[in-house]
Structure formats: structure tokens, C-alpha cells
């Protein structure tokens, strides 16, 4: 791959006791990717978002940020680094007790460094751009599951980042809401050219969304490639697990399922 990446991990390892969950990981995102991060269930996939997050420490290993290794950051600068990314959550994540646009403005308001003239436009600009401006002063409770997750994107986009992690981005929606969902994180890559990383077990929005896909199998990343090298594996635990096949190495539970 050209350039240099964004997000690089390099031999990581995780355990929790004696569960190893992530086995020397080996995985670099590059700018404008949209890297799928696909595996079953429980199977340490929403984990590496917290690695690149700084949520959690690799056992061993490292995790970079471009030329910043994430694990030795101060409080203060990992926090900075986290205002260039944004995190679309599995169950949207919003405060019940705050309207859509208390909830947009919260995470740039704790920064304090924006106007709130410019928070005022980021917000109308970000709710427009996920097709829910007339939504601002409602709450979380008025919406429905799509629309959840629609506010959920815009909020990830207040900071303007240049990385967003989903996790489950489809996860509790129906076929329909799915194939939307989908569409709007296709396009919201494409008009502000950031990179995305996608983690999902649901193959239709894997497709839908991949410029490249990697997945992770008993803690390991045993395939990394072209959306349409993953159709075509010959690999019989990818070839299962893409076409949902009972017949083959994949088993209901895993040895390194992620016990978070």
C-alpha cells in the first residue's frame, strides 16, 4: 500500500488473565480507507477500536498514531489525540437526558474551542448532512433506532476528525435502515475524505462499505485484502464465515472470545 499509514499495530498482544484475546496483531490503516474489521462475535474486534482509542494497553506491543505511539501519551495530549477522532458507537451512546443538538455540541463545548456561532453551524451542517435537520430539539427517546444512529454520526463528525471508528454500525437495525446506514457512512467518507474503520460480523454492509477488509479469527488477523479477494478466498475459515455456512473450521465459541 502507497503512503504512510494513519493507525499501525505493530505485534500486539492482549491478554485478559489468562484469555488471550488479540495474538500478535499486525495491521496498518492508511488514509481514506475504509477498512472493514471483520470475525465473530465476542471475538476481540470492538477491542482494537479501545487500542486505537487508548481505552485499553496492549499487553505487548505497539499502537501508533502516524508517528505517535498511543500508549506512552500523556492525559492530556492522548485527549487531544482523540478530538481528531471520531466514534460511532454500537447503540448510538447519546444522553437520554439531552436533546440531539445538547448532544452534538457537548464533545466540542468540553473542548471550549470553538464559538458557539460555530457550533451553532456545525451542528445544522452535520445534522443536514445525515438527513436529520429537523431533529435538533428533540430527545434521544422521540427517535427510533435509525435515527439514533444518524444523530450518533453527526456527533462523531463535530470534531471534524480525520479518523472515525463503528462499531456495529448496523447492529439492531432493520435490512432496510441497514442498507441506509451504509450508504450514509459510503458517502460521509467520500465528501470529507476521512478514514474509516468499520468492525462488523454482518456481511451485506461489510460489502456495502469496504474499500479493503481484514479478519480476525482465535485472536489473529488471518486475511487482509480487496472486498473481492474476500469473496474468492480460498481460505476455508474466511469462505465459511462469508458465506454463513455451518459446514466448516469455524466453531460457535471461541478459545480467545473477548469476555468485555
Avoid: C
Avoid at 9 to 29: A, C, T, W
Avoid at 222 to 246: C, E, H, K, M
Amino acid at each position: 500500500m502507497p503512503g504512510d499509514a494513519l493507525i499501525r499495530l505493530d505485534q500486539i498482544q492482549l491478554r485478559f488473565g489468562d484469555k488471550i484475546v488479540l495474538d500478535d496483531i499486525n495491521l496498518e490503516i492508511f488514509p481514506k480507507d475504509r477498512l472493514v474489521i471483520l470475525g465473530q462475535s465476542g471475538g476481540g474486534k470492538s477491542t482494537m477500536l479501545r487500542l486505537i482509542l487508548g481505552i485499553l494497553k496492549p499487553t505487548a506491543g505497539r499502537v501508533w498514531y502516524r508517528h505517535v505511539q498511543i500508549q506512552r501519551l500523556s492525559r492530556s495530549r492522548l485527549n487531544l489525540l482523540r478530538s481528531r477522532i471520531g466514534m460511532v458507537y454500537q447503540y448510538s451512546a447519546l444522553i437520554s437526558s439531552m436533546t440531539v443538538r445538547q448532544n452534538l455540541a457537548l464533545p466540542v463545548e468540553e473542548l471550549g474551542r470553538k464559538s458557539k456561532k460555530k457550533i451553532d453551524a456545525l451542528i445544522e451542517e452535520n445534522l443536514s448532512i445525515v438527513g436529520m435537520s429537523d431533529s435538533e430539539n428533540k430527545l434521544p427517546s422521540e427517535l427510533s433506532g435509525g435515527m439514533r444512529k444518524r444523530v450518533s454520526l453527526a456527533r462523531a463528525l463535530m470534531m471534524e476528525p480525520e479518523l472515525i471508528l463503528f462499531d456495529e454500525p448496523s447492529a439492531g437495525l432493520d435490512p432496510i435502515i441497514s442498507s441506509v446506514i451504509d450508504d450514509l457512512i459510503t458517502n460521509l467518507s467520500e465528501k470529507t475524505q476521512a478514514t474509516s474503520v468499520i468492525v462488523t460480523h454482518e456481511m451485506e454492509s461489510a460489502f456495502r462499505i469496504a474499500t479493503r477488509m481484514a479478519m480476525l479469527y482465535q485472536g489473529k488477523i488471518i486475511a487482509d485484502d480487496l472486498p473481492g479477494n474476500f469473496r474468492d478466498s480460498n481460505n476455508p475459515i474466511v469462505r465459511q464465515f462469508v458465506t454463513g455456512t455451518t459446514e466448516g473450521p469455524i466453531k460457535e465459541t471461541s478459545e480467545h472470545a473477548d469476555p468485555s
